[in-house]
């Protein structure tokens, strides 16, 4: 009985270890390009200009239009800085009520019509979560009236620990569906409104 046991154990975690080599090797957190780190990236074309789609994503009240996960964002700093410009601060919640997950982010770097850097720290409520990450929306103009939107998200001024890394490995998969999902999202709404 003990050596059936002991057997059937040590398939499990055989077949536990394979699917994490798996998922590991096809995940979307990979190197892109040049880059001397890995992402997660998602980028979608929108028939708008950049400067269209730039506005609307600075402002955080739409989030609660193209989100596919977060309910709404308030700001917590507008009387000091403009929403979505360099030094703003939100905090991002998944559930109307405000509780349960949530997280904050800081805009860390805007260049116009093309580029916003934002940290994103103090993560409640997840069940594991992955902290010093750091997300960017790169507005690319393809020409005057249209826009390659790109969200990228990877692990910012730190080296993350192999425990990190695996369990960005394994996020991956959730991060690229929302990003590709939230994008979708944008291109309609912002291609519905001109």
């Known amino acids: 009985m003990l050596k ?6 040590f398939w499990f975690i055989a ?3 394979t699917a994490i080599v798996v998922m590991v090797i096809f995940s979307p957190f990979t190197k892109k390009g040049t880059n001397d780190y890995r992402s997660v990236d998602y980028t979608v074309e929108i028939n708008a200009p950049a400067e269209t789609v730039f506005n609307y994503l600075g402002n955080s009240d ?8 977060v309910d709404h964002i308030s700001t917590l700093n507008a009387e000091q800085y403009k929403d979505g410009e360099l030094g703003s601060i939100r905090r991002c919640y998944k559930n109307k009520n405000e509780e349960g997950i949530l997280w904050d982010e800081e805009i860390l770097a805007v260049t116009s019509n093309k580029k916003r850097v934002l940290s994103i720290y103090n993560m409640q409520g997840f069940a594991s979560p992955i902290n010093g990450l750091e997300t960017e929306q790169i507005y690319e103009a393809i020409s005057a009236h249209k826009t390659q939107l790109t969200f990228s998200l ?3 001024m ?9 369990k960005m490995y394994l996020a991956s998969y959730t991060i690229y569906n929302r990003f590709k999902d939230n994008l979708e999202n944008v291109k309609r709404l912002v291609e519905f409104d001109l």
Do not use: P, Q
Request: glycine share 4%; aromatic share 20%.
């Open 62 to 69: 739409n989030a609660a239009d193209w989100s596919s996960y």
């Open 15 to 17: 077949v536990l270890f």
């Open 158 to 166: 730190h080296e993350a620990s192999w425990f990190e890394t695996l």
């Open 154 to 156: 990877c692990f910012a």
């Open 4 to 9: 059936r046991i002991k057997k059937i154990g």
